[in-house]
């Protein structure tokens, strides 16, 4: 803002100047548009089985997941069945009511999710979830009528 001492009030200045402003603000959202694109972490693409009567999963420290190609990955990090064990042994050491997460895409077989439920269950994890997408239930059909 300017003003000036003594003289007219006439000639005073009465707004402010936003053009600075606004450089400065697209500026910034350039630099979040570029810093977003670079921040975002690679995640495992997989393709969750539909269901309708899913339940909203809880947030645990075992959030195992098997890709399209039959890998296994421990809170987005890839892990063998011995470091996965190795590690649910040393949580159960911390927090002895664990519960796991259990993501697999819908092309891998039934048994490859079996085969993982398995070895937490092997080592102590009872309470598990399987992880969904959600879809509508669909619209119930009529009832038919009695002869």
């Known amino acids: 803002m300017a003003g ?4 007219d009030d006439d000639e005073m200045i009465a707004g402010i100047n936003i053009t600075p402003m606004v450089d400065v603000m697209l500026v910034l959202l350039i630099i979040f548009m ?4 670079i921040v975002d972490p690679d995640s495992i693409k997989i393709e969750l089985p539909e269901a309708a009567t899913g339940e ?4 645990t420290t075992l959030g195992l997941t098997i890709d399209p190609d039959g ?12 470091d996965l064990r190795a590690f649910i042994r040393s949580e159960q ?10 993501a697999a895409d819908r092309t891998r077989p039934y048994g490859d999710v079996i085969q993982l439920i398995d070895v937490i269950k092997q080592e102590g994890v009872l309470k ?5 997408d959600t879809v509508a239930l669909p619209p119930s059909a009529p ?3 009695t002869e």
């Open 4 to 7: 000036q001492i003594g003289g």
């Open 71 to 82: 890998k296994w990955y421990l809170n987005a990090t890839p892990i063998t069945e011995d």
């Open 56 to 59: 909203p999963t809880e947030t």
């Open 143 to 145: 009832p038919r009528p």
């Open 34 to 37: 570029i810093t977003a694109s």
């Open 93 to 102: 050491a911390q927090d002895k009511e664990l519960q796991a997460a259990v």
């Open 128 to 132: 598990f979830a399987l992880n969904i």
